[in-house]
């Protein structure tokens, strides 16, 4: 005859068995709800499948971008009419110009390289062993200035017609030993001093020539900053944000790129002022993370109105129209001379 004590040590576990196997299926479908969710969120369309404005005919514009492949593009009637294709050097573009003779000065991460529009070199600089070079602008059609991380940052004016160094000054950075995350962009201003994206900082600093601090902005994962006509400053931030400030500190107008209905802009890079008010902002992919889905392609670049909203959006990866992944979009009609400025004395 079964005891008291055992009986209930049965019901005991038939009780823990019966909570147990509730508590299997509950597990189960909590793991089958978060997988649903996942797969909808990585499924989810990085834009509508009919996009604002008229694609590459919107106008024509100068493209490139950080790729594993060193290419640019003009692009012409919706059409490619010029392009640089380089497979075989190593380096990423992260910043390029195109001047108003047609010429194009572009870093690409260990040098700065320009080059004529029928792709000849006209003058180059290797980043030392352990730089990099990330962004340049020219002066005139004989100086370029261009910013080297390093153990030891500088700004470097150089003279391409005698290759030598006319002034160099060190800049702050907050990792000397993380070379590679300090800069990507800087802009000289129409008060002929400098404007830093302090990246690894999470600043925007503005220097004269001899690289004496002026100015110091808060901008955390700045990756560029625009200096604007009104001497306003227009900041680009991979936090998915796009901010101008003025001198004081103050937001005038705050894009924020998480929060636009139907869009994905995860990785911005540069925002650009067009003349008639609108910003026009890119959205990079990163190759070294993986091939673009071919079923969900990203953007590349959006233009948004004052009033936030998207009046043109690019999207074009297919052949034989594709530009691969944006970092620089500058259309041709703005009137943008970037040679057309001064640093100090130099002009």
Known sequence: MKTKSTILSFNNRLICFGLSLISTFLTGLNQQAFSQTTLQSATAPSAPEILPGKGLSQFDFFYAGEAKRQNMYIVRNGKIAW??????????????????????????????????????????????????????????????????????????????????????????????????????????????????????????????????????LDAPGVWAAEPLKNNNILVCSNRGYVREFNRKGDTIWNYSLKDIPDYKIPSPQVAVRLSNGNTLINNWFNQWNGNVDEKNLPLQAIEVTPDKKIVWALRSWNEPMNLGPSTIVVPLNEPRTDENVSFGNFR
């Not at 005139?140 to 390093?150: H, L, P, R, T």
């Not at 000054?169 to 990792?175: G, M, S, T």
């Open 83 to 216: 392009e640089y294709k380089d497979s075989i050097s190593k380096g990423e573009i992260s910043d390029a110009v195109m001047m108003s003779n047609g010429n194009i000065l572009f870093a690409h991460q260990y040098g700065v390289t320009l080059i004529s529009p029928d792709k000849k070199v006209i003058w180059k600089k290797d980043a030392p062993n352990g730089a990099e070079i990330h962004t340049a602008q020219p002066i005139g059609k004989d100086i370029v200035v261009y910013v080297q991380n390093a153990d030891t940052a500088k700004v470097f004016v150089v003279n391409i017609l005698t290759n030598k160094t006319v002034k160099e000054f060190q800049l702050p950075v907050k990792n000397p030993k993380s070379v590679h995350g300090q800069f990507r962009h800087a802009r000289l201003t129409n008060k002929g001093t400098i404007l830093v994206a302090h990246m690894d900082m999470g600043k925007v600093c503005e220097y004269d020539i001899n690289g004496k601090e002026l100015y110091s």
